[in-house]
């Protein structure tokens, strides 16, 4: 018999990631976009024809399967809240699991924690602040080589980090958000503003390349949003590096030093800034974290 199959399935507000492993190779790695948002019936349907094309590429059963995902799923197994894609609030997203994959060991967890954790492993640091930017922004701690809080106790949900107080509207609820400061669309909307027209990310990528004054001005109103959030980090468990990742941030290498300087400028007396770098993942990071999930729970780690 061979080497047994893990997948991670990384849930995402826009796409959906898969990677399949068996032992240290990986055998395939394909993604999907979500079609037009209608229903959570609908989007678990175009994710059951998707898992099942996934199968017969690779011919063979899964052993165990692990799933991050973005919006906060209770202890009963049930969707308590996803505010990107509010429609899938109630979903019993464990009896949908197992119902797609009933050969396997199914476990799901927050996507930032697991992003986290894959990072953490990847570039041996076992302090560390992970903040994935993307539709959203999520993020995950570990500290002492563990994700912080921990299974069980709730997710580290950095991109709810309130930043300004009264600032604009979160899809929480609350304003100031980080979330709502310095994630992909929000970024790509002050620049938009800015600009007076349009802008899309591959519009934004090039004019900041160019040095457009206004897509200079976009990002700075977010890397300062995200040079606050870990400044209150920092004060508070003292991690040994800042990464940052997520398919937002990957395409857009000024992120990280303007992320760097904010933090230089914020830095209290007797403290040196946190070091930043880029993800060591770049957008992988809560894909591969979903792998790691599946190989825990297969070998009974989680349960």
Not at 95 to 101: E, M, Q, R
């Given at each position: 018999m061979g080497t047994p199959y893990h997948l991670g399935i990384d849930v995402g507000g826009t796409k959906v990631a898969f990677r399949v492993e068996s032992g240290s190779a990986c055998i395939e790695e394909t993604s999907f976009s979500w079609g037009a948002r209608h229903s959570a019936e609908d989007d678990l349907a175009q994710l059951a024809g998707h898992v099942a094309r996934l199968r017969e590429r690779i011919g063979t059963p899964l052993e165990a399967v692990g799933v991050a995902m973005p919006g906060t799923v209770g202890a009963d197994g049930r969707v308590?809240?996803?505010?990107?894609?509010?429609?899938?609030?109630?979903?019993?997203?464990?009896?949908?699991?197992?119902?797609?994959?009933?050969?396997?060991?199914?476990?799901?967890a927050d996507d930032g924690d697991f992003g986290a954790l894959a990072e953490s492993r990847a570039s041996g640091c076992e302090n560390l602040?992970?903040?994935?930017?993307?539709?959203?922004?999520?993020?995950?701690?570990?500290?002492?080589?563990?994700?912080?809080?921990?299974?069980?106790?709730?997710?580290?949900?950095?991109?709810?980090?309130?930043?300004?107080?009264?600032?604009?509207?979160?899809?929480?609820?609350?304003?100031?958000?980080?979330?709502?400061?310095?994630?992909?669309?929000?970024?790509?909307?002050?620049?938009?503003?800015?600009?007076?027209?349009?802008?899309?990310?591959?519009?934004?990528?090039?004019?900041?390349?160019?040095?457009?004054?206004?897509?200079?001005?976009?990002?700075?109103?977010?890397?300062?949003?995200?040079?606050?959030?870990?400044?209150?980090?920092?004060?508070?468990?003292?991690?040994?590096?800042?990464?940052?990742?997520?398919?937002?941030?990957?395409?857009?290498?000024?992120?990280?030093?303007?992320?760097?300087?904010?933090?230089?400028?914020?830095?209290?007396?007797g403290q040196a800034p946190l070091p930043v770098e880029p993800a060591a993942l770049g957008g992988l990071s809560s894909l591969r974290g979903a792998v790691a999930l599946a190989g825990l729970v297969a070998a009974g780690e989680v349960p």
């Open positions: 308590a809240t996803w505010p990107s894609r509010p429609e899938w609030t109630g979903v019993d997203l464990k009896t949908a699991l197992h119902s797609l994959f009933p050969e396997a060991a199914v476990a799901w602040l992970y903040i994935g930017i993307g539709t959203g922004i999520g993020g995950g701690l570990v500290l002492g080589g563990v994700p912080c809080p921990g299974l069980g106790r709730g997710s580290f949900e950095i991109g709810h980090v309130i930043v300004e107080m009264g600032g604009v509207r979160c899809v929480c609820g609350r304003r100031g958000c980080l979330q709502a400061l310095a994630s992909g669309p929000a970024t790509l909307r002050r620049a938009s503003l800015l600009r007076g027209a349009d802008v899309t990310y591959y519009r934004l990528q090039r004019a900041l390349r160019n040095g457009e004054p206004w897509a200079a001005d976009a990002l700075e109103g977010s890397t300062r949003a995200l040079a606050a959030a870990v400044t209150g980090v920092q004060e508070l468990v003292h991690p040994d590096r800042v990464l940052i990742g997520g398919g937002f941030a990957a395409g857009i290498p000024e992120i990280v030093p303007s992320v760097s300087g904010f933090l230089a400028d914020l830095v209290r007396q």
